[in-house]
């Protein structure tokens, strides 16, 4: 997505450690607006796959979620990073490590919101390694939920998640592919 590229291009700092910061819109400070537009785009992609569910990983992925869920009429139902005392003891759980923050995460989502009958589409702000992804697929899985693709905002084609999913057999759009990308050389997209 050109309009994508051009405000990572314009807003996003490449870091050393293979972080691409683009908290001035996406996911720290967010760029209500901006945001709208990448939802309607999934929902040009997969509208006519039947989502009845928006499912991603607090906190980053839940503005994109949100903004995108608008356009399907459906919910959003974000997996929570660690249990909490009001969520119950009836929950689906599924280990994810975090590559941004480095460490590993028991995701859980309540078996009140997700179940047999949705047709889930994940969203992310973020594909790496698809440590959340496929975490998100097992919750969906042990759920009995049918899992009509990933929305991804930014991919980094470099990194082996993608692939790996795609190997799957999952639909997965990303709206912007990240080929490579460093402090002194930039960013540079996927054609």
Known sequence: MQLLE????????????????????????????????????????????????????????????????????????????????????????????SYTHGTDHTLVVSKSYLGAGDRVLILDDFLANGCAAKAMLALCAQAGAQVVGAGIVIEKAYQKGGDDLRALGLRVESLARVASMSPTEGIRFCD
């Open 6 to 97: 051009e405000r990572i291009r314009r807003d996003g700092k490449v870091y050393d450690g293979d972080v691409l910061k683009v908290d001035s819109f996406l996911n720290h400070q967010i760029d209500v607006g901006f945001l709208c537009t990448l939802g309607k785009e999934f929902y040009r992609l997969y509208r006519d796959s039947g989502v009845n569910k928006i499912l991603t990983v607090e906190a980053s992925g839940i503005g994109v979620a949100c903004l995108t869920a608008q356009y399907f009429g459906c919910p959003v139902v974000f997996a929570k990073k660690s249990k909490t005392s009001n969520i119950g003891t009836d929950v689906w759980s599924a280990a994810a490590h």
